[in-house]
C-alpha cells in the first residue's frame, strides 16, 4: 500500500496533506519532485500550535520533519528496504514565529551509497540533518535524523542469515 502512493509523488503530496498528523499540525508538503529528491514542507503559525511563549511548538517543527526522509528514500530505492527512523534530535536556534519552512534533499551519490552499503544486507544508519528556517530564511531548528536502513529479509543474501 505505502509503496503503491510513494510510486505517484503527486498522489504522494496529497496523501502526506490530508494525513491527520500533518493535516492538523497545519504542516504542509508544498513541494515533492518527481523524482522524489526534493521535498519543501511547510508549518503554519496558528493558534493551535502556539506554545506558552507564543512563538511555535517545538513538537510541530520536529513533526514537519518526521517521515520526509525515509519516505523519500522509500520511493527511490524501492519495496525492498526497511526504512525508518531511529532515533532523532532536535536543537532550537531561535524561537519560530510565522510560517516555517523545511527543505529536504537527497543526492545520487548517497543513494549509491546506501545501496553499498546495504548489498550484504547490513543495517545501515546515516544521519539526515534538516534545517527549519523562518520566512527570512533565518535557521529556526536543526533537526539530526538517525536512519535505519535494511534489505527486507527475503532479498538479504543467504549467508546474512546464518550469521
Known sequence: MVQKLLSNPGVAKLALNLWPPFWGSGIKIKRLSKDFTHCEVALRFSWWNKNANRSQFGGS?????????????????????HIWDKSAHIDFIKPGMGKLYARFHIEERFVREVRMATEAGEKFNPKMVCEVVDEQGEVVARIERTLYIRLKRRFRPAQVEAA
Request: proline share 10%.
Open 61 to 81: 517543527m520536529f513533526a514537519m520533519t518526521d517521515p520526509i526522509y525515509p519516505l523519500m528514500l522509500m520511493a527511490i530505492l524501492g519495496s525492498r528496504y
